[in-house]
């Protein structure tokens, strides 16, 4: 097995954490933005679940 | 029941597209009906959903006893449809797409020969490859299957087009024949000096309703 | 009249086979046209490997399956062309044919075509890259199970993909993940069978019989409500 | 980011007049905030870096983000053919929607699965790819699924997609286990270290760590599923408006007489 210097091996979690929060935030923000942009134009007594 | 054809406010859509918005219609067993309507007005997708091939969303409909909002396959193998395609395989000839459409509607094979010989089909053409034919000989051998198959309900959208004097008056004569053995004819048409000859009544067909002599006066559609 | 609705499955399942076999046989598509190009794969990869023959000849069992997979997509896209040409696929609905043996009838066919292949591709590896089997026993019953699975995955995936505008670029990317297990098996199965022992290879072979049995079942009854829909 | 000029609630639970969120939505939204918060602290703060035999040292760390997402999208993807079979049952749309919806969130997860396992795998073996069974059969999944999600994006009509779809995504999950048997047994003539092989040491703060990731990941998937599905919902209600206007202009087609007739409608029979 590879043994890493520490610097390197944080490096590579921090990759890791980074792409992962990078991805799913991304996504949300999407999702989110999409479900305004999608519910201003549905009346809102079809928002069943903003009551 | 007389009955072969029961439409109430029946909607269908064609993805997000109301084909047909809310028809009422009703044919009577052994009727020659005449769909006229300009393009676009819905005739071909209520030929279709009497077949059961597009499914009823909203209203009530009813072929040949079988509840089309339920379960619209039953009626298939009773109707015979001639759509715009002809539904047939290019590369077999005319004698082999009429026995395989044949068999696969459970005819005898002797009724495929004898449908090909109604057509006028018996002879070298029979062997033809399809993709080498005319549009209307294409025409005829899809009516050809229509015939072997003995459908209790006939459903044949612009069954004149394409074809040449003597294929018209075979057409009006299988119409006539088919309704003499007891069965029903709904069909569309824009020859209506033609058609008006050989249907009993003929109903008018616009913006996805149905306007006729009989019963269904368009009043009755809500109209929003 | 009574029937069975096995026998009746089986029979419209040979009328569609046997209406298969004869539109090959006039229009000549498979063997003039996937034939060669299962043949053409097999020189490419020589060019894209090596003309060592060593390396062609180990990697054999590999590069078999490979192009029986890529010409599979071709032979599946063939059968269902003609099914949605011209309304036929209406035509289909329309009649007494029951679904699932439609689904067997398609799926017999492109086996069939694709045992076909299967016997030039292995005269073609004989051939151009040297290779010899030694279990030729664990090498037929192999391409028999494979062509099953193959087929029925196929014939179920070509349905999907059928009515659909995007049909061509859309069936790859659904069916060749799936496929994904045979190409294994087939490989390992064929590499025992090309080796001293033949090993493992009946175990592989037993991975192949399961996704047969599994897609033909899947087939049977999921055929339906997609010919119904595409 | 300005604030809504009404919606309900006050201070954090203030909603946004237009969006997919809710009060319950809301509520376990900010706990799961509270737990990412939690989880990182104990992963990258508390827990000891893996000292034992075979050691992974800090690298361990990335474990609690690559199982976890996995275990989320394997449950996405179950949800996704139990809803698949609902719709085929019930026939209605909320169910095709949920498919739908929990289907795309798993490809999220499973792409974080196959990224985190690649940057693992890198420092282990050299190389951004190595044919371990697990990742190359979660490689295999995500295809199969970006699939079922193209196959959604080629369909109009909203019931054949529905049923289409529903089909392929029972299909899918059938496949799951086959595609991972024979890269098990493919992979197991020639073992090297696979990121299975970690599992076992982890242990102590570790351990909760890891559990605490899958925990946070599974109360994600369903705050990420609340919105999705409602996204996809009124998607669709949206559809169904659209339906009554089309219908009521169809109708006036009748009555315009003779009116012109869209060419869109030429073809009709054509389904």
New interface residues.
């Given amino acids: 097995m590879v043994v890493l210097a520490e610097a390197s091996a944080w490096s590579y979690v921090g990759l890791a954490y980074g792409v992962t929060i990078g991805l799913l935030g991304g996504y949300t923000a999407w999702m989110l933005r999409r479900g305004r942009k999608i519910g201003r134009q549905l009346p809102a007594e079809d928002r069943t679940w903003s009551s | 029941m007389d009955s072969v054809v029961r439409f109430r406010a029946a909607v269908c859509l064609l993805g997000r597209f109301p084909a047909l918005a809310g028809v009422d219609l009703d044919v009577a067993a052994g009727e020659i009906v005449l769909l006229q309507g300009p393009n676009g007005a819905g005739k071909t997708t209520l030929l279709r959903a009497c077949a059961g091939l597009v499914p009823i969303t909203e209203g009530d409909a009813d072929v040949l006893g079988v509840d089309l909002r339920a379960d619209r396959r039953p009626v298939r193998p009773l109707v015979g449809l001639l759509g715009h395609q002809a539904g047939l395989y290019d590369d077999l000839t005319v004698a082999e797409n009429v026995r395989f459409w044949s068999k696969a509607g459970r005819s005898q094979r002797s009724d495929a020969d004898a449908a090909l010989a109604r057509l006028g089909l018996d002879g070298r053409l029979a062997e033809v490859p399809v993709a080498k034919l005319s549009a209307g000989q294409r025409r005829r051998t899809a009516l050809a299957i229509l015939v072997a198959r003995r459908p209790r309900l006939w459903l044949l959208d612009e069954p004149h087009a394409a074809l040449d004097q003597g294929g018209r008056d075979l057409v009006d004569g299988l119409m006539a024949d088919a309704v003499a053995a007891g069965a029903t004819v709904v069909f569309a048409s824009h020859e209506l000096d033609r058609a008006e000859a050989v249907a009993h009544r003929s109903v008018t067909v616009a913006g996805g309703t149905v306007s006729g002599l009989l019963p269904a006066p368009l009043a009755e559609v809500p109209v929003a | 009249m009574p029937e069975l609705a096995a026998d009746s499955m089986l029979r419209?399942a040979a009328?569609v086979v046997g209406?298969d076999l004869?539109?090959e046989w006039?229009?000549r598509v498979t063997l003039s046209q996937i034939l060669p190009f299962a043949l053409l794969v097999l020189i490419l990869f020589a060019f894209a490997l090596d003309p060592d023959r060593r390396i062609l000849e180990e990697a054999t069992p590999g590069l078999f399956w490979l192009a029986v997979l890529f010409s599979m997509l071709l032979a599946i896209q063939r059968a269902y062309a003609?099914e949605t040409?011209?309304?036929?696929i209406?035509?289909?609905?329309?009649?007494?044919?029951d679904p699932a043996g439609i689904f067997l009838g398609k799926a017999a066919g492109i086996g069939l075509h694709l045992l076909v292949l299967e016997v030039a591709l292995f005269a073609g590896v004989t051939v151009l890259y040297g290779a010899t089997p030694r279990g030729y026993l664990l090498l037929v019953a192999t391409m028999l199970l494979a062509t099953a699975g193959l087929a029925a995955a196929g014939s179920?995936y070509g349905v999907?993909a059928a009515g659909?505008?995007?049909r061509d670029t859309?069936l790859p990317?659904?069916m060749?993940?799936?496929v994904?297990?045979v190409l294994?098996?087939g490989t390992?199965a064929f590499s025992a069978a090309y080796a001293e022992s033949s090993g493992d290879g009946w175990?592989?072979c037993g991975?192949l019989a399961?996704?047969s049995v599994?897609y033909l079942a899947?087939g049977i009854f999921?055929f339906e409500?997609?010919l119904?829909?595409? | 980011m300005t604030s809504p000029p009404t919606g309900t609630g006050a201070g954090f639970m203030r909603l946004h007049p237009d969006g997919t969120a809710s009060r319950g939505s809301r509520i376990l939204g900010a706990v799961v905030l509270v737990s990412v918060v939690v989880f990182l602290f104990l992963a990258l703060v508390a827990s000891k870096p893996d000292e034992s035999l075979d050691a992974q040292g800090q690298l361990v760390r990335i474990m609690y983000l690559h199982v976890p997402s996995a275990i989320a999208c394997y449950t996405a993807f179950f949800v996704t053919a139990a809803a698949s079979a609902m719709y085929l049952w019930k026939k209605t749309m909320g169910w095709d929607a949920l498919a739908a919806s929990s289907a795309e969130i798993g490809v999220i997860f499973v792409v974080i699965t196959l990224l985190t396992g690649s940057i693992w795998g890198h420092t282990t073996w050299g190389t951004w790819w190595e044919w371990d069974p697990r990742l190359t059969s979660t490689a295999l999944m995500f295809v199969m699924y970006l699939g079922y999600l193209a196959l959604r994006r080629a369909i109009i009509d909203p019931v054949s997609r529905a049923k289409q779809s529903a089909v392929l995504g029972i299909i899918a999950i059938v496949n799951v286990p086959i595609v991972h048997f024979s890269v098990d047994w493919w992979r197991s003539l020639h073992q090297t270290a696979t990121v299975a092989s970690l599992d076992p040491k982890i242990n102590g703060l570790r351990l909760l760590a890891l559990f605490v990731g899958m925990i946070v990941a599974l109360m994600l998937y369903v705050w990420l599923m609340m919105h999705r599905f409602r996204l996809a919902y009124a998607e669709a209600a949206l559809e169904a408006k659209g339906l009554d206007l089309a219908l009521a202009e169809r109708r006036a087609e009748a009555l315009a007489d003779g009116g012109a007739v869209p060419a869109s409608v030429e073809h009709e029979g054509v389904s």
């Fill in positions: 419209d009328t209406k004869r539109l006039r229009s003609v040409a011209d309304g036929v209406d035509a289909l609905r329309l009649s007494d044919l179920l999907l659909l505008r995007v859309l990317i659904l060749l993940p799936v994904a297990p294994i098996a390992e175990k592989w991975l399961a996704f599994l899947i999921a409500p997609l119904e829909e595409s």
